[in-house]
């Protein structure tokens, strides 16, 4: 019986998918930072309100690391591997980490314009906007 669907008919891709710049490594990069801080400030928690903070933080350090990794390896499934550059240094005051969740959402909503504009990487950086959105609320409202 022949085969109706054979694959050595199928069109071959071509060598390069396509080349992106290096502001999608710089993007991941800065996330992976983000992650890194966010669960120092969640290792530093004390005193009053801890508790929530401690578990808002745990709760972004957790997940956002996979989405970053997730969103990556989309990109670098169509473009290549891409340059990361990373150099982050880490602050143990967690009286700042509101303060930076905020500047971190900040960045993602700004630098989103500049990274692959395909809806399924869009999407991707979507999620993470939720997360911190999230994370904010529970920072700014649970105690």
């Known amino acids: 019986m022949a085969n109706a669907y054979n694959i050595m008919n199928l069109p071959k891709p ?52 996979d989405m970053v990794d997730a969103l990556a390896e989309s990109i670098q499934g169509k473009y290549g591997i891409l340059k990361y550059d990373y150099s982050h240094s880490v602050d143990s005051n967690v009286g700042n980490a509101l303060t930076y969740v905020k500047k971190c959402l900040s960045y993602v909503e700004t630098e989103r314009k500049a990274i692959c504009s395909e ?25």
């Open 14 to 65: 071509p060598k390069s998918m396509g080349s992106k710049s290096s502001k999608e490594g710089e993007f991941i990069s800065y996330l992976l930072g983000c992650s890194m801080q966010v669960h120092v400030y969640h290792l530093c928690t004390k005193g009053a309100g801890a508790f929530a903070m401690h578990m808002a933080l745990g709760g972004l350090y957790d997940a956002l690391p």
């Open 119 to 143: 809806t399924y990487v869009q999407n991707q950086v979507d999620e993470i906007v939720a997360l911190f959105y999230t994370t904010i609320y529970k920072l700014e409202n649970l105690q």
